[in-house]
């Protein structure tokens, strides 16, 4: 009941894609990212907050998020884009968000969730396909506690 009502999301990255790591720590980005929604479109909202998540060896949480806009069609700033190891398109649906918390010396990695308990069923541990991953509110009370 209560879990159904997300509000924070994860937004994953790969890191043979995206550097994702030189991005957050760019001086001409600053604290405002976009980033890509290719699922839950309809349901990600302005005013919910996201946690960026490199996947690979270092897989885990790198910064928290305060999303900043609807999912809409927006061209990337040339400051971001130049992260692209993999050239995207320049339009896309995508969500403006402000950088909170940066956690790049610190990650929250993976296998610190996967051993913590409540986390069992966290989207990201289970589920590897996809950009946007639901998080449970029980989920993000134990995640917070963490950061």
Do not use: C
Not at 75 to 94: C, G, N, T, V
Not at 131 to 144: A, D, L
């Amino acid at each position: 009941p209560q879990d159904e009502d997300i509000s924070v999301w994860v937004f994953q990255g790969n890191p043979n894609r995206y550097d994702i790591l030189n991005s957050l720590s760019d001086n001409e980005i600053g604290n405002e990212i976009h980033w890509l929604v290719n699922q839950y479109r309809k349901r990600i909202k302005q005013g919910n907050l996201g946690l960026i998540w490199m996947s690979g060896a270092e897989a885990g949480i790198y910064a928290l998020t305060r999303i900043e806009s609807d999912p809409s069609l927006v061209r990337e700033s040339p400051a971001e884009s130049k992260y692209w190891i993999q050239p995207e398109k320049d339009e896309a649906i995508r969500v403006r968000m402000t950088i909170l918390r940066r956690l790049l010396n610190r990650p929250i990695l993976k296998k610190k969730l996967q051993e913590t308990d409540g986390l069992a069923n966290l989207s990201i541990l289970n589920r590897f396909q996809g950009t946007n991953f639901p998080v449970k509110k029980s989920e993000w009370q134990i995640i917070s506690q963490l950061l």
